[in-house]
């Protein structure tokens, strides 16, 4: 399995993530004082669990099989639309709501692209969940995780969990524990957005689908 996450370029490390404050101006939490932030971490246990299945499948499915399998897991997991705000920034609010949900589309399915072809070989691989999360402040917290490696070596891939309406979703992935996936989307995306708007990112994360797929999906 590679480590190290090509779509939108080397920085981004998965890498699906965010600086935290920049997500907080989009999305307000809405949180009861009852809820436990160890509820943080079930999402991203049932994700791993279903990434080592994507691993350990392996070429033994298609691309298009293990994408189909990934993505209601990945729509369960995080706040994508909290994400793809953030990660376009300030300018998304003057997106025409039909491209709004254009770009929602892409954006999940270059999400779930970047996931299926990263976690696609199965070599003793094993996910390490601390039991404790680590409250960061403005209603999120972070859960602590690590892809561990057949000889011991643990890559950390750490989540900022956010509780909503639908419970506890992630809203930014933090590859090495500090390399922010939206914070990377964000600075890729603002160059895509000045030199051509919407349509102009949209083309460029079909094309990113298309490249991680390796030409199997448009």
Same mark, same amino acid.
Do not use: C
């Given at each position: 399995?590679?480590?190290?996450?090509?779509?939108?370029?080397?920085?981004? $490390?998965?890498? @699906?993530?965010? #600086?935290?404050? *920049? %997500?907080?101006? =989009?999305?307000? /939490?809405?949180?009861?004082?009852?809820?436990?932030?160890?509820?943080?971490?079930?999402?991203?246990?049932?994700?791993?669990?279903?990434?080592?299945?994507?691993?350990?499948?392996?070429?033994?499915?298609?691309?298009?099989?293990?994408?189909?399998?990934?993505?209601?897991?990945?729509?369960?997991?995080?706040? $994508?639309?909290? @994400?793809?705000? #953030?990660?376009? *920034? %300030?300018?998304? =609010?003057?997106? /025409?709501?039909?491209?709004?949900?254009?770009?929602?589309?892409?954006?999940?399915?270059?999400?779930?692209?970047?996931?299926?072809?990263?976690?696609?070989?199965?070599?003793?691989?094993?996910?390490?969940?601390?039991?404790?999360?680590?409250?960061?402040?403005?209603?999120?917290?972070?859960?602590?995780?690590? $892809?561990?490696?057949?000889?011991?070596?643990?890559?950390? %891939?750490?989540?900022?969990?956010?509780?909503?309406?639908?419970?506890?979703?992630?809203?930014?992935?933090?590859?090495?524990?500090?390399?922010?996936?939206?914070?990377?989307?964000?600075?890729?995306?603002?160059?895509?957005?000045?030199?051509?708007?919407?349509?102009?990112?949209?083309?460029?994360?079909?094309?990113?689908?298309?490249?991680?797929?390796?030409?199997?999906?448009?």
């Amino acid at each position: 399995m590679n480590h190290h996450f090509p779509a939108m370029g080397r920085r981004n $490390l998965l890498g @699906v993530a965010i #600086a935290a404050g *920049g %997500l907080a101006a =989009a999305w307000q /939490p809405v949180r009861a004082e009852t809820v436990s932030d160890t509820g943080a971490i079930a999402p991203v246990e049932r994700l791993n669990a279903a990434l080592l299945a994507a691993m350990q499948s392996g070429p033994r499915i298609s691309f298009a099989q293990r994408f189909a399998a990934l993505t209601p897991v990945i729509e369960q997991t995080f706040d $994508l639309d909290a @994400v793809l705000a #953030a990660s376009i *920034g %300030l300018s998304w =609010a003057t997106v /025409p709501n039909d491209q709004k949900a254009q770009l929602r589309a892409a954006f999940v399915r270059y999400t779930v692209a970047s996931y299926t072809a990263n976690f696609n070989r199965y070599n003793g691989q094993s996910f390490l969940v601390s039991p404790a999360v680590r409250n960061v402040g403005n209603g999120e917290v972070i859960v602590q995780n690590k $892809l561990i490696a057949a000889d011991g070596s643990a890559t950390p %891939l750490d989540y900022v969990m956010r509780y909503g309406p639908a419970g506890w979703k992630a809203v930014d992935v933090l590859a090495n524990g500090s390399i922010s996936r939206v914070a990377v989307q964000r600075s890729d995306f603002r160059e895509l957005l000045a030199s051509g708007g919407a349509p102009a990112l949209m083309a460029a994360l079909q094309r990113k689908v298309s490249n991680l797929s390796g030409g199997m999906m448009a």
